[in-house]
């Protein structure tokens, strides 16, 4: 007997993860593979046929929009195989009732085959590529299980990608390591033909050692209602000042050169908060609890990075996906990104478009001592703040029915004033940003 569904109030969006935490890579920072020890009386990690097809029925019927949007990830999906996935899209022609679906799929890429990408042109699936930037830069963390790099493979699969005409995009985690290259790391995105990118800052805490014992190498996110431990991150989490710079890089490169041909995601969504749109991202959101996470066996989670017992909503065989979504406890998550924003973060003068980032990331105190600032509030800070007069002039453009790549022109001309003031000597940096002196480019 299957449950009634009841309809959520407004679209929300799940993390599904029919193959749990398992994964053909050993990335040594992945948070998500000790997911396993949620489960340890698990001998079968792909998602049974029952819990697909409810899953598929109730987050459909769930959805009061008429598009709805999956997203596949894991561990890593290809380990099913394309049959499983076939499965998925024959189920959800069966229970779309008109409505228009379309589905994401999040990969590492090393499996991907002639049949992977046909199915994927196929039946439209939009791809997401992990991807950390040039080899030495992937290979420093994102290791097989052999602990052998694995940027070879991943460039394989992209090409096969390409071959069929599939659509994608890429995602960039940006570590220790890569946040010292943000130029290189843009330009070879920008060389492998990703038109999308998506950049996602490493910040990670090593568990108390009690938790270590059970296998649990990484910390809870901190709790607003519990005084938090203070904690080392890891040695592979990015640094905040470094992450800022590599924003600012990046946007300064982006901003000149390719405003309207290459999507920054990061940037859009900050676009959108100049504009007063609001944030199209859950982490740059006022509020959260609309984006959820669930695990093979039909586990509902409040979030990707609460995938903890405490952030458990209950099971999609056994309760109503919609009321896990309204439920007082998914409320209380959603309304505590803000309500427990300390006074530092809510006189900010760039609250507008970070409210204070994602609560996973607040462990810090601030200057006078509150507990709950971001551990990467001075990037944000330093860059929200650099980008503020650009920002300003594309929400303009756009105000005005103009493409707000007018910008790049905008920018052109000021180098030009500032070449015929004499602001700019030989040996200086050349103002377009290409990073060579100002006699071996602009002003050759």
Known sequence: MSLSVISAGSPFHVMTKPIGPICNLDCKYCFYLEKENLYPD????????????????????????????????????????????QKVVD???????????TNAFQTNGVLLTDEWCRFFRQHRFLIGLSIDG?????????????????????????????????????????????????????????????KFIQFIPLVERWAPVRLKVRGIDFAEP??????????????????SRDYGEFLCKIFDEWVRRDVGKIFVQLFDVALGNWIGAGSSLCVFAEKCGRAMAMEHNGDLYACDHYVYPKYHLGNIMNTSLGAMVESPMMHEFGENKSATLPRYCQECEVRFACHGECPKHRFCTTPDGEQGLNYLCPAYKRFFNHIDLPMRIMADLIRSGRPAALIMDWYQQQDRIKIRRGDVQRNDPCPCGSEKKFKKCCGS
């Open 222 to 239: 901190p709790h607003p209602s519990e005084k938090d431990d203070p904690l080392s991150v890891t040695e592979w989490s990015v640094r």
């Open 134 to 194: 040039p080899a030495e830069l992937h290979d420093a963390y994102r290791v097989d299980t052999q602990q052998n790099p694995t940027f070879s493979r991943v460039m394989k699969g992209l090409e096969l990608l390409k071959k069929h005409g599939c659509e994608f995009n890429t995602l960039t985690v940006v570590h220790r390591t890569n946040s010292q290259k943000p130029i290189e790391v843009y330009r070879f995105l920008k060389e492998i033909g990703s």
């Open 42 to 85: 698990n001998r079968k990690w792909s998602m049974p046929d029952d819990v697909l097809e409810t899953y598929i029925r109730q987050y459909i019927q769930s959805q009061p929009q008429s598009e709805i949007s999956f997203a596949w990830q894991g561990g890593e999906p290809t380990l099913l195989g394309v049959r499983f996935f």
């Open 91 to 101: 189920l959800q022609q069966k229970h779309a009732n008109g409505k228009q679906i």
